[in-house]
C-alpha cells in the first residue's frame, strides 16, 4: 500500500528475500518521484476502487451511495485483477453478462442500468490515470447499449384528483409533496430536502440548490403552490425542514410506500413519482410555453432533454400545424 493505493505484481530479477525488499524500495521511490515503471497498471483495480475512488465520491457526488452498490458488483466480478488485468474485451463481457443478469426484484436489467456501470468503471479507470495509478482507460473501446427508456406518462386532470383524494389519514401528510411535483417540475430529492430558508414568499420563488446539474435555479410559487406553502409554513413554524419527519423532524428522506399505496388506490399503478415531473413539464407545452422556458424551469442543461415534453398535446403545436391550412383552400373544400 502507498498513499492508499494497493499496488501488485512479481519482481521477477528477486533472487533472495533481500533483493526483493531492495526492489521493492527502489519501486516505492520511483512512484513516490512520479516517475514511470513498470509497476504502472499493477495495482489491484478493487483496492484502488473501495480505497481512493469510493471516498473521492463521497466527497464529490451526491450519488455516491449508488457508486458504492456498483462497487461491490465490480468486486464480484473482477476480483483481484490489477488494472493491466482488465482489457475491454473482459468489458464487453461483463456489459453482456450483467444485462442477461437479472435485477434482484427478478425484472429483465436495463440498458441504462447496464450502461451506468459501465460509466462508473471508466470514471475509475480515468481517476486512476490522473493518479498515475495505471497508463489506459479499456472501457473506452467499449460502445455503451442504446436506450430507449423515455416515458411519456403524465396526469390527466382527472387522474390528478383521485391521485390527490387518495392522500388521506396517515399518507395525508405527503400531499403536498405531489402537489409541489406537479405545480413546479421539481424531483423527488429537491422537493424533499427544501428547507424554509429556500422560501421566499416575498418573491414568491422556490429556490432549488444542490441540484442534480449542479446549476441552481428559482422556480416562481403559482397560487396552489404557496396557499400550500402557507399551510405547512404555519404548522412547522416556518424553521427547518418544510416536509420534516413526524417520527425524527428531520427532512424526510423516503415516500415510495406511501406513494405507492396511494397510486394504487387512485387506480394508476403504473404510475412514477417522476411522471409529476413530466406532467408540469407536458402542461407548460400544452400552454404554450416555449422550450427555453420549460428548460430553465426544469432546470435542464440540454434542449434535447426539453424536448420529450413538446408532443403533440402541445397547444402551439396543433396551432402550428393548423396555420398551414389557408382560408383559400378551406373556402375550396366547404364549396365541395
Known sequence: ??????????????RSKKSALDAEADIRQKIARGEPSETIGSAAFIGYAEDV???WSMDNKKTWQDDKYHIRTFRQYFGEKTFNEITPAQIEKFKRDRFKCPTKFGRPRTPASVNREVELLSKIFNLAIRDGVTAQNPCKGVRTYREDNERTRYLTEEEEARLLASFNGPREHLRPVVILAIYTGMRRGEILSREWRHIDFGLGVIRVTRTK???DRSIPMNEVVRAELLKLHAATGGVGPVFPSMKTGEALVEIKK?????????????????????????????????????AELLGHSDLRMTRRYTHATSQSLRAAVNSLASENYLSQISAK
Not at 412514477?272 to 410555453?289: S, V, Y
Request: proline share 5%; charged share 20%; net charge positive.
Open 258 to 294: 406511501g406513494f405507492a399505496a396511494a397510486r394504487a388506490a387512485a387506480g394508476t399503478p403504473d404510475l412514477h413519482f417522476h411522471d409529476l415531473r413530466h406532467t408540469f413539464g407536458t402542461r407548460l407545452a400544452a400552454n404554450g410555453a416555449s422550450p427555453f422556458t420549460i
Open 1 to 14: 500500500m502507498i498513499d492508499g493505493i494497493r499496488y501488485k505484481g512479481r519482481i521477477r530479477k528477486a
Open 53 to 55: 475512488f469510493l471516498p
Open 213 to 215: 446539474t449542479g446549476r
